[in-house]
């Protein structure tokens, strides 16, 4: 499996950034695609999540109406729309993928297939 992430940047708080994930190496059927992040001296923590499949959707609270998942199947790709960026959003961002139930969703544990991360950073 390959997951190559991109998008990231550095923009002004309030600004939209878009990142990219595409999924490769094997079919993605019943699997979760979904976004940590990481600041410095910080957990990785849940972002958002879609389910390949079936396009549900789930968000943390502290991106709940300013960031949106979605996906394109042809280009076995998901993207993470971020929008009202702010500052407190800098980390690096990560995608991954999975089959996990939706209980464990937002744990990073139960991923086993990572992208490589790409750097976020809102200046305020």
């Known amino acids: 499996v390959q997951l190559q992430a991109s998008g990231g940047g550095l923009v002004q708080a309030g600004d939209s950034l878009r990142l990219s994930c595409t999924a490769s190496g094997r079919s993605f059927s019943n699997n979760v695609m979904a976004w940590f992040r990481q600041a410095p001296g910080t957990e990785r923590e849940f972002v958002a999540a879609?389910?390949?499949?079936?396009?549900?959707?789930r968000y943390a609270d502290s991106v709940k109406g300013r960031f949106t998942i979605s996906r394109d199947n042809a280009k076995n790709t998901r993207y993470l729309q971020m929008d009202r960026l702010r500052p407190e959003d800098t980390a690096v961002y990560y995608c991954a993928i999975d089959r996990v139930i939706n209980t464990a969703i937002r744990l990073p544990s139960v991923y086993h297939n990572w992208g490589q991360g790409t750097q976020v950073t809102v200046s305020s």
């Open positions: 879609i389910g390949w499949n079936t396009g549900v959707t």
